[in-house]
């Protein structure tokens, strides 16, 4: 049995949900803790804080990815104001895309104290500058949302990544 509701997609995004044995506030700070994202997400090569807020979480971000068969940069800035139940982003700019806008919802769905659960929603919209298909576009979103969640929870828990 998988772990992942089912998906949602519209014109918007994508995304899906996956329960974490963890607290909210675990779940924020692995996915506040930007700078260690290449250590865990797929593809990622490195993620670089350019500006941070005034508690010192980034603010804005320069990552590099493989994509497309060739390497893509690309700048996010994340919204931080509803920590710890939501961790949003949005492109200031890239190489290969239009836009990307994506956010993490934290649910805390706790019922035992000893056996804290949250239930992470994760979004994604991603708008390319290289023209594809609507069915390519929609798959390799679906992917990225399952890959990114997969290995979300991995590293909350504190389990060794798979591929």
């Known amino acids: 049995m998988s772990d992942y509701q089912p998906e949602t997609r519209s014109l918007e995004h994508t995304g899906?949900?996956?329960?974490?044995?963890?607290?909210?506030?675990?779940?924020?700070?692995?996915?506040?803790?930007?700078?260690?994202y290449p250590e865990w997400v797929e593809n990622l090569r490195s993620a670089d804080i350019l500006t941070t807020d005034e508690l010192?979480?980034?603010?804005?971000v320069r990552f590099e990815a493989a994509?497309?068969?060739r390497m893509s940069?690309?700048?996010?800035?994340?919204?931080?104001?509803?920590?710890?139940?939501r961790l949003e982003w949005s492109l200031v700019a890239?190489?290969?895309t239009r836009a990307i806008e994506g956010r993490y919802l934290?649910?805390?769905?706790?019922?035992?104290?000893?056996?804290?659960?949250?239930?992470?929603?994760y979004e994604l919209t991603i708008d390319l500058a290289?023209?594809?298909p609507g069915f390519v576009k929609r798959r390799a979103e679906d992917k990225i949302v399952k890959a990114?969640?997969?290995r979300f929870k991995q590293r909350v828990e504190g389990k060794p990544a798979t591929a």
């Open 94 to 96: 890239g190489d290969l």
């Open 56 to 60: 010192a979480r980034p603010r804005t």
């Open 130 to 132: 290289v023209p594809l």
């Open 148 to 150: 990114a969640l997969s």
């Open 67 to 69: 994509g497309l068969g």
């Open 73 to 85: 940069s690309y700048v996010l800035e994340y919204d931080l104001s509803d920590a710890p139940h």
């Open 106 to 121: 934290f649910h805390d769905m706790t019922e035992d104290p000893a056996i804290p659960l949250t239930e992470v929603d």
């Open 16 to 36: 899906a949900s996956v329960v974490v044995q963890a607290t909210v506030e675990d779940c924020f700070a692995v996915g506040v803790d930007i700078g260690r």
